[in-house]
């Protein structure tokens, strides 16, 4: 994996770079460090990043105007900064995690821990309740419901969560289990009930916590076999 870290305190950037390496270990194939955005913009056009360690204060540059022009790569993103009042802009991005600074090893770990463990069942997301940015298990969606330029999460304890991302973007944090059902519904594998059939070839399916969710025709092949299989 290729990590690229954009920080311009160089102390804060080696601290970085060694918790980088002591955390992946192996599975390091790059690190690559850059203090400015249009540095940064340079290295993610030449070579694929897979995470990205941001910091906001960039020289008097904003770190989120980073993400801005770079949105349609498909890297992740953990912030870094000591403007935590600045983590609900974040959330817009679908960052992975922000790590206030000054941080310690193990708030950092654990926020690398959440890139390692995306496609497994300990992998979380960051969710808006009551005005704050708190993380939901992925194994706690139910189903993710498009609305509009955004996404509605429900939980399998039949609770709601709003989410920035369109439902589009939102797929790319799932684990590989999330399969998408209908343009408009993206559905937790592990908790499939019962696949309805109707007359005029119209199908929905029910999971543990709700019933008739769309799928579509185009779908409905490969969720036929994933229920049977």
Known sequence: ???????????????????????????????????????????????QVDLLLLDLNLHGADGYDLLRLAQTAPFQTIIVSAHAERSITAFEFGVLDFVAKPFSRERLHKA?????????EAASLAVK?????EWIAMADIDHVQADGHYSNIVLRSGEQCFHDLAI???????????????????VNSLGFKRLQIAAGGKYALDTQTSTGIPVSRSSYPALKQRLLG
């Not at 939102?170 to 519904?185: D, E, G, Q």
């Open 168 to 186: 589009d973007k939102l797929m790319a944090l799932l684990p590989p289990h999330f399969l998408r059902v209908h343009r408009s519904y993206i």
């Open 1 to 47: 994996m290729n990590v690229l870290i954009l920080e311009d305190e160089p102390l804060i950037a080696q601290g970085l770079e060694r918790e980088v390496r002591a955390h992946f270990g192996a599975r390091l194939t790059a690190l690559v460090l850059h203090d400015n955005v249009p540095q940064a913009l340079a290295a993610l056009a030449e070579e």
């Open 129 to 133: 309740k009551r005005g704050a940015l």
């Open 112 to 120: 690398l821990q959440r890139y390692t463990g995306r496609h497994t």
